[in-house]
């Protein structure tokens, strides 16, 4: 029997190799003649690089920028070679992080991300990956943009700070010493946001809180990003701003499309680049999940897109994730041929938090007692 062993991470607990290897070590103890296969994966945000990496035999670097509060941090990326072309993978949580964020939204801004960017430029890199989950800002990508060489301008010509209360009083772009190497990049951002940048259902209104956008604030930040957009737009020749995607990252999408970037799904490259296709080809059962499952899961998540493929492949999908919303449960089970998850009637939450790789081992133990029940050697393939 051979079992794929592919989640995304149980985040703020475990990545998602820690994650794939407490789930094997339970499998083995109950079912030592098992082969598994431990395949991290990720959606775009948090982890994407380190799972990559993990695959690609790619190179970490480090570079010193600016974070969102504007002070220096190392900040990690990767550099991945195929056919003798340099990919860069860069990580928006790895430079404008919620975590780190400890100055007011109002300030914060994405123009480490941008150089970043800039010192691959230097190193010749032209093509790029982009994860945009876990971003603090909401500048519009503003930041990102000054650090490759666009300069905002108030009315008097004075030079502003590519945040939300800078673009307060932002009266013009000025687009002429843009870094013309860009021209010749293929950027690929990493979203399942399809949101626009402005509006009802853009960046400030559907994310802005939880980046500590307060209510007070959301009117003027949209406004002011709006404002951005009506003057980047039209250097663009077309409205980038409510193409689907731009509200990413608190606009970061909005920026890097507005460059020229595509916006993909990112659990998809991830699974892409891991050949979690060919992987199927020769396993009889995926074991995939997430810190917690519940209605978002069904809307393009890691694990809804990995159990697609494996249906594609005819192999049956089990979901083990640390928590499973019941209202949801029901609709996951049309996707999962079973759906476990590590707190329950016997673990608490906080049981599950104190120990997360111990819990998930037995819960993987008890995922695999059941499979050795439901399983039929002559049936290696979900029919």
Same mark, same amino acid.
């Given at each position: 029997?051979?079992? =794929?062993?592919?989640? &995304?991470?149980?985040? !703020? +607990? /475990?990545?998602? @190799?820690?994650? #794939?290897?407490?789930? %094997?070590?339970?499998?083995?103890?109950?079912?030592?003649?098992?082969?598994?296969?431990? =395949?991290?994966?990720? &959606?775009?945000?948090? !982890? +994407? /690089?380190?799972? @990559?990496?993990? #695959?690609?035999?790619? %190179?970490?670097?480090?570079?010193?920028?600016?974070?969102?509060?504007?002070?220096?941090?190392?900040?990690?990326?990767?550099?991945?070679?195929?056919?003798?072309?340099?990919?860069?993978?860069?990580?928006?949580?790895?430079?404008?992080?919620?975590?780190?964020?400890?100055?007011?939204?109002?300030?914060?801004?994405?123009?480490?991300?941008?150089?970043?960017?800039?010192?691959?430029?230097?190193?010749?890199?032209?093509?790029?990956?982009?994860?945009?989950?876990?971003?603090?800002?909401?500048?519009?990508?503003?930041?990102?943009?000054?650090?490759l060489g666009v300069r905002l301008l108030d009315a008097a010509g004075n030079t502003i700070?590519?945040?939300?209360?800078?673009?307060?009083?932002?009266?013009?772009?000025?687009?002429?010493?843009?870094?013309?190497?860009?021209?010749?990049?293929?950027?690929t951002v990493l979203t399942d946001v399809d949101h626009p940048l402005c509006g009802p259902?853009?960046?400030?209104?559907?994310?802005?809180?939880?980046?500590?956008?307060?209510?007070?604030?959301?009117?003027?930040?949209?406004?002011?990003?709006?404002?951005?957009?009506?003057?980047?737009?039209?250097?663009?020749?077309?409205?980038?701003?409510?193409?689907?995607?731009?509200?990413?990252?608190?606009?970061?999408?909005?920026?890097?499309?507005?460059?020229?970037?595509?916006?993909?799904?990112?659990?998809?490259?991830?699974?892409?680049?891991?050949?979690?296709?060919?992987?199927?080809?020769?396993?009889?059962?995926?074991?995939?999940?997430?810190g917690k499952s519940d209605a978002q899961t069904l809307h393009g998540k890691l694990p809804?897109?990995?159990?697609?493929?494996?249906?594609?492949?005819?192999?049956?999908?089990?979901?083990?994730?640390?928590?499973?919303?019941?209202?949801?449960?029901?609709?996951?089970?049309?996707?999962?041929?079973?759906?476990?998850?590590?707190?329950?009637?016997?673990?608490?939450?906080?049981?599950?938090?104190?120990?997360?790789?111990?819990?998930?081992?037995?819960?993987?133990?008890?995922?695999?007692?059941?499979?050795?029940?439901?399983?039929?050697?002559?049936?290696?393939?979900?029919?």
């Amino acid at each position: 029997m051979k079992i =794929l062993i592919a989640p &995304d991470s149980f985040k !703020g +607990t /475990l990545s998602a @190799l820690a994650a #794939a290897r407490a789930i %094997e070590a339970g499998i083995q103890r109950a079912l030592p003649d098992a082969i598994t296969q431990c =395949l991290p994966l990720a &959606d775009g945000g948090e !982890g +994407t /690089l380190d799972v @990559l990496l993990f #695959a690609t035999q790619g %190179e970490r670097k480090t570079a010193q920028v600016s974070d969102a509060n504007g002070d220096l941090i190392e900040a990690s990326y990767g550099l991945l070679t195929e056919a003798h072309e340099t990919t860069a993978v860069l990580e928006a949580a790895q430079v404008v992080s919620l975590a780190q964020a400890r100055i007011d939204v109002a300030e914060r801004t994405t123009r480490g991300l941008g150089e970043l960017l800039r010192l691959c430029l230097d190193q010749g890199v032209r093509r790029f990956l982009i994860g945009l989950g876990g971003s603090s800002t909401n500048d519009g990508g503003a930041g990102l943009l000054v650090a490759l060489g666009v300069r905002l301008l108030d009315a008097a010509g004075n030079t502003i700070e590519p945040s939300p209360n800078g673009l307060m009083v932002l009266d013009r772009i000025d687009f002429a010493v843009l870094d013309a190497r860009l021209a010749a990049c293929d950027i690929t951002v990493l979203t399942d946001v399809d949101h626009p940048l402005c509006g009802p259902a853009g960046a400030t209104a559907v994310f802005g809180p939880q980046k500590g956008v307060q209510a007070a604030q959301a009117a003027a930040f949209d406004a002011a990003i709006a404002h951005l957009a009506r003057l980047c737009d039209a250097w663009a020749g077309c409205a980038v701003s409510q193409q689907a995607g731009a509200g990413a990252a608190g606009g970061l999408g909005y920026a890097l499309m507005l460059l020229g970037a595509k916006r993909r799904p990112g659990a998809e490259v991830v699974c892409e680049w891991m050949q979690l296709d060919a992987r199927l080809r020769d396993a009889d059962w995926l074991i995939t999940g997430e810190g917690k499952s519940d209605a978002q899961t069904l809307h393009g998540k890691l694990p809804l897109v990995a159990a697609n493929h494996a249906q594609a492949a005819r192999v049956p999908a089990i979901l083990l994730s640390g928590v499973i919303e019941a209202e949801s449960r029901v609709l996951l089970e049309q996707k999962f041929l079973g759906c476990f998850s590590v707190v329950s009637e016997e673990v608490t939450l906080e049981e599950a938090l104190c120990d997360p790789a111990r819990r998930l081992t037995e819960r993987g133990e008890s995922v695999a007692n059941w499979i050795s029940r439901s399983y039929s050697s002559n049936e290696s393939k979900a029919e």
